[in-house]
């Protein structure tokens, strides 16, 4: 290779943020242009404008259906982030800011994408978790525009052969719908580790890269070599080299399909390996994996898109599907974790300057107690004749007084009270809130977000919000070594745990169980299987003096690999 040769294909590689392990070559595939319309045309005689209030109505309704049907046909992260846009289509504020500019004279298209701009730019300014939901607006008006126009809906073509779909940014409807057997692999320029196009990538299995930079300049059609751990993207790779690099690949997703549990490093150090599921479906398809229990169940999505609270009796037969999937295992059920970017109808949120750091979680309880504890008694209901009874945590918790408040509240109900660490407030008095629990279970995502105060949806920060940051594993180890120190389990259930690399070191930090979307659990139980206890331990030590996420990566790989 000549140094012309060498430069080019140096500057060939994009770098990015790794999202979801794996290896994928193939052309690259762009999503459809969604349809512009100018907000200042269209105007309607007002002996028309009824009709086109109707249309607007009907447009409305009939994307929302068809995204609620997407979320019932879905699972785990999908599931709610389709439920939340088919709220959002549905969303009185945002079709009564339409109906505003319609009454004054606008078409209905004309109105929706008028309307979307001034909630976009409010969600905007509020930063945070909010500012992360004007991709998911704009997604819900163009599916409404294109309904008005009798347009097809807009979207991720399916390609004719298997691709890899590169974009600026996916809405997350477009993510949920992909097809693992045509779209090989995923890149964006936005987006960070833990954003629902991450996130939901990791649940499909498909190989994903977020926030590259350069990516913007790559043409449809380009071949590409995509690879999610290392965070890579390289353009007209050498054939030779991604053919070598996807069999690689192949040949460690055939070793971890051989792997069938329990978790535990290669000297017999045991480490539980769990699934975050969503729903009864999520569970039992967990439980055709090699899945000990549930470490994370979200019990957001009963409450999602509902105009009144479900009744104690209705929830508690959506949990007992999932408690029914592992009827004698280890199942920690999360309280319910709205707010934020996923608003209550029925909960009376207050306007906040910003809602990351506002009422969500367990703060909820503080303003409607009866919420939470209707919540319990349901999950309780659904336990009746449970030989191990649900381990139940609360989100956001921030003091001691919460943590204990909410073990007392969940002992009465005869279920095993725990908490979520995070918080950087929580990590730091972890020794305390094991005091009043029974155990602790580490939300990577958010601790991750507030640890470095950068919004993890900020493609600009997602080098802050990687959870290799050795500040947000510092306080890992905190609260592990109080976990240690009390004799009370420390699981860690955020997307770190998918990551296989960073799960052994989680587990030489002491982490207890490990939790992740199920088609990460093989891959995560099969790398731990194949290092030691001490492997796992010298390399968390080694990232602990890390400086950086990359140095941190390097150190683990160099010990463990």
Same mark, same amino acid.
């Given at each position: 290779m000549t140094r012309s040769q060498q430069v080019k294909a140096v500057e060939s590689v994009l770098r990015g943020t790794p999202a979801v392990p794996g290896v994928a070559a193939a052309p690259a595939i762009r999503p459809n242009p969604r349809g512009q319309i100018d907000a200042r045309s269209g105007v309607v005689a007002e002996s028309d404008r009824a009709s086109e209030l109707s249309a607007l109505r009907d447009a409305a309704e009939i994307v929302a259906g068809r995204l609620r049907a997407r979320a019932e046909a879905s699972t785990g992260a999908a599931a709610e982030v389709l439920a939340a846009n088919a709220a959002m289509a549905a969303d009185r504020g945002w079709v009564g800011a339409a109906e505003k500019l319609i009454a004054a004279g606008a078409a209905a298209p004309a109105a929706a994408t008028a309307a979307t701009e001034q909630f976009a730019e409010m969600f905007s300014k509020l930063g945070g978790l909010m500012a992360e939901r004007v991709t998911d607006l704009r997604d819900v008006c163009d599916r409404v525009v294109a309904e008005l126009l009798g347009l097809p809906e807009p979207g991720v073509p399916t390609p004719e052969r298997p691709s890899i779909l590169i974009a600026r940014d996916l809405a997350p409807a477009d993510t949920a719908g992909l097809d693992p057997t045509r779209i090989l692999g995923l890149a964006t320029t936005l987006g960070g580790a833990t954003s629902h196009t991450a996130i939901i990538a990791r649940q499909l299995g498909i190989p994903c890269v977020v926030a590259v930079s350069g990516l913007d300049d790559v043409p449809a059609g380009a071949d590409l070599l995509v690879d999610g751990a290392s965070g890579t993207v390289t353009v007209d790779p050498d054939p030779v080299v991604a053919e070598a690099a996807v069999a690689d690949s192949r040949a460690t997703a055939a070793r971890n399909a051989s792997w069938i549990g329990p978790g535990a490093t290669s000297d017999g150090h045991r480490v539980g390996i769990l699934a975050n599921v969503q729903d009864g479906a999520g569970a039992r398809a967990?439980?055709? &994996?090699?899945?000990? *229990?549930? +470490? %994370?169940?979200? #019990? =957001? @999505?009963?409450? %999602?898109?509902?105009? &009144? =609270?479900?009744?104690?009796? =209705?929830? !508690?037969?959506?949990?007992?599907?999932?408690?029914? $999937?592992?009827? $004698?295992?280890?199942?920690?059920?999360? #309280? @319910?974790?709205? +707010?934020?970017?996923?608003?209550?109808?029925? $909960?009376?949120?207050?306007?906040?300057?910003?809602?990351? @750091? *506002?009422?969500?979680?367990?703060?909820? $309880? !503080?303003?409607?107690? *009866?919420? %939470?504890?209707?919540? @319990?008694?349901?999950? !309780? &209901?659904? !336990? =009746? +004749?449970?030989? &191990?009874?649900p381990m139940v945590m609360a989100p956001m918790i921030a003091t001691v007084g919460e943590a204990r408040s909410f073990a007392t509240q969940v002992r009465a109900r005869g279920l095993i009270a725990g908490v979520m660490i995070e918080v950087p407030a929580a990590a730091l008095l972890a020794e305390a809130l094991l005091a009043e629990v029974d155990f602790v279970s580490i939300g990577t995502n958010d601790l991750a977000q507030y640890t470095m105060a950068a919004d993890r949806m900020s493609p600009d920060l997602a080098a802050l919000t990687d959870p290799w940051q050795p500040a947000v594993l510092t306080l890992v180890a905190r609260t592990a070594a109080a976990g240690r120190q009390a004799g009370k389990p420390v699981g860690v259930c955020g997307e770190a745990a998918a990551d296989p690399l960073l799960a052994c070191v989680l587990a030489g930090l002491g982490v207890t169980s490990l939790s992740a979307a199920s088609p990460a659990v093989a891959g995560v139980g099969a790398q731990l299987s194949a290092v030691s206890l001490a492997d796992c331990e010298a390399a968390a030590a080694s990232v602990l003096a890390a400086t950086d996420p990359d140095d941190a990566r390097a150190r683990a790989r160099r010990i463990l690999r």
């Open positions: 967990a439980a055709a &994996t090699p899945a000990e *229990g549930i +470490g %994370l169940f979200r #019990t =957001e @999505l009963c409450f %999602l898109d509902r105009d &009144t =609270e479900p009744s104690a009796q =209705e929830q !508690a037969r959506i949990y007992r599907e999932v408690l029914d $999937a592992y009827p $004698a295992a280890k199942v920690v059920v999360r #309280t @319910l974790d709205a +707010g934020s970017d996923k608003p209550l109808r029925f $909960a009376d949120h207050p306007d906040e300057a910003n809602p990351a @750091l *506002g009422v969500r979680g367990i703060r909820i $309880a !503080a303003r409607d107690s *009866g919420i %939470l504890e209707r919540q @319990l008694d349901a999950i !309780a &209901t659904a !336990a =009746e +004749g449970r030989e &191990t009874p």
